[in-house]
Every structure is written in C-alpha cells, then in structure tokens.
C-alpha cells in the first residue's frame, strides 16, 4: 500500500466515525445524563466517550455491535467521574415541607448540593429509533421524569448503570454482566438491590402519565398567569395537594394554600416578568425571565418543569436564583426574553 492509499484510507476511516459520532451522539449524551443528572457533566461525558472509542476502535470487531460497544464505554466513563466527584445529585433534600407561615422566606440557597438539572426535549429530538430490548420496564418517555431521575440518583454508582441498561435499555442480564465483567448472577445481585431502593421511593411519587395536549393549554396558562402576575388564575390551576420545589433552595411547599401564600409575596419582588412555554425531561415547562423593581433589563430567573395531571398542576420544580443563567445557557434558551405577546 502506497503512502497516498493509507492516508486516503485513514480519512475515510476518520469520516465514517464521524459519521458515526453525528448519528449516536444524542443518545449516548442522553444516557450520561441519566447517570449523572447533570446536563453539562454529560455534554462533556459524551465528548470523552467519542475519544475513548476513537482511540479503541480496533476493538469492535463487528459493526453491528456498535451500539452496545458505544454503551459500555458511555457507561464506565460515566462510573469514572462518579468515582472522581464527591457529591451526589439531588433533586429534593428535605422531607419536610416549608411551616406554616414561614412561606415569604426561603433562607439560604443551598450551593454544597450539586443539584438535579433539568434536560430540553430538544436535545432528544435526534435520539436514535431504537426500541428497547424485551427487558425493559420503563417507557423511554418516562426514564427522562425528574422525580425518575430523582430516584435514580440515590443508588450507588454501579447499581444506577446496571438498572438503566436492564429497565430502560433492556439489556439482557448477559449482556449486563459483560459490560462489567461479572457474572450474570451477579448482575443480577446487584439489580434487585438498586430494584428494591429505586421501587421503595419511586412508589411515593405520582404515577406516570404520558403528556398530553390539554398540559400544553394548562401550561400555557400558567406562564400568562406569572407573566401577569395574576395570583387568582395562577393558584386555580393547582390541584389541591400540588408540590412547590425550588432548587438550590432546601425549602419546599406542600399544599395549594401554601404555594399561594408564597407567590403572593414572591410575585412583587420582581419589576416584571416574561415567560416562554417549551418541554423539559418530557413534560412542559416555562422559563421565567424577570426585571428588577427598579431596572429594566431583563435576566433569566427560573426553569419550571410542570407535572400536570387531569388538567391541573400536581407539582412544580422551579430552578431557580443562582442556577437559573447557567441552566438557560445549558439548554439552549435565549438569555432575552420573548416578545411580551409571546408565551
């Protein structure tokens, strides 16, 4: 082979992995986000898998294995930074809500928490059109809920990836166990531990319910309520027993009565807000840009992911304050907002 033959064959070896990286970068980065809670850990995950695999892809020896080669290595670089960080994800701390009366102040945002972020459905728009394997027990839609997630990042490292690969992915437990080098017993060991931890609190959460058309009207609503600043629309569109959580703060609201109280007050701290209407981890959300009293520049103030259940709102998880710039710029939102006719 001459010198222009192997440069030649190098480039098309490059270009076919490109190729390559272009058609299952989404779903990989989809994957680490699962493992990691965290947007930017997995964008930057999801460029390390593309180098690993580059740098061994005199391993795969059959193309059509592609996937599940790409999966492992996703999975134990995500394992690696794990190990490397010193705190969990979370997405609700306390178990106890705010107390009655206590509703206008929320204290401190707690920024020791490395806190749960939300992910746009925009970035699954170009996830590949795979279906799960025969093992699978969760519907893709619903492995991407935050309280899903939530849940997911309680169980130890090792247990988090083996349940994704075999409740989402539907792995078999053969292959589980060959992406980590045990046996399939146990594999299988370690899955019903993260089963019995993940059941136990997921259990407590509401059941899942695909979205639906009439949670794009509800959420429509609600952003023209806060953009409003209309309390008495606003509060009607909560169920009875809706949940109010507010990263980075600890604090949250149980309650219609006391999610009111809290936006009657929070609602005047601000000049004025816009909103824009658009879907996170599934469900519908509205980014919250605000003004001061006195100013008239306008900043991103919070991301709320909706849950909505037979037409009104169950929960609402507003980050907000110190996460609120860098979650925008995450997500690909404008940093301005919308035209005020606009929600």
Not at 59 to 64: C, R
Not at 115 to 139: I, Q
């Amino acid at each position: 082979m001459t010198a222009k033959q192997a440069e030649s064959g190098a480039v098309a070896e490059r270009m076919a992995f490109d190729q390559l990286a272009r058609e299952r970068r989404p779903e990989i980065k989809l994957h680490c986000y699962r493992i990691m809670g965290s947007l930017a850990d997995a964008d930057d995950l999801t460029q390390e898998v593309f180098a690993r695999a580059w740098r061994s892809r005199a391993e795969l020896v059959e193309p059509a294995a592609v996937r599940p080669w790409l999966y492992r290595i996703a999975t134990n670089a995500c394992l690696d930074a794990l190990r490397r960080r010193k705190r969990e994800r979370r997405l609700w701390s306390d178990p106890v809500p705010m107390e009655t009366g206590n509703h206008a102040e929320l204290g401190s945002p707690d920024l020791d928490v490395a806190w749960l972020e939300p992910m746009p459905d925009a970035a699954l728009f170009n996830v590949a059109d795979e279906r799960p394997g025969p093992h699978a027990s969760y519907e893709q839609a619903e492995a991407v809920r935050l309280a899903f997630l939530a849940c997911i990042q309680l169980l130890p490292a090792r247990q988090r990836a083996i349940f994704l690969l075999r409740e989402v992915l539907g792995w078999s437990a053969e292959e589980v166990a060959s992406a980590f080098a045990m046996t399939p017993q146990a594999a299988n060991s370690l899955l019903q531990r993260a089963r019995r931890t993940f059941g136990t609190v997921y259990a407590r959460e509401p059941e899942w319910v695909a979205a639906s058309d009439m949670d794009r009207q509800v959420a429509a609503r609600f952003a023209a309520a806060l953009a409003n600043r209309d309390l008495g629309t606003l509060v009607s569109l909560l169920r009875e027993d809706a949940t109010m959580h507010m990263p980075p703060w600890r604090s949250w609201l149980s309650g219609r009565d006391a999610i009111e109280l809290f936006m009657g007050h929070a609602l005047y701290r601000f000049g004025g807000f816009r909103t824009h209407v658009f879907r996170a981890n599934g469900r519908c959300a509205v980014a919250v840009y605000a003004r001061a009293v006195d100013g008239d520049a306008w900043q991103p103030q919070s991301l709320q992911v909706l849950e909505i259940r037979e037409g009104a709102i169950a929960s609402i998880v507003a980050f907000v304050g110190p996460l609120a710039p860098s979650l925008f710029s995450d997500a690909g939102l404008s940093m301005q907002p919308p035209d005020p006719a606009i929600h």
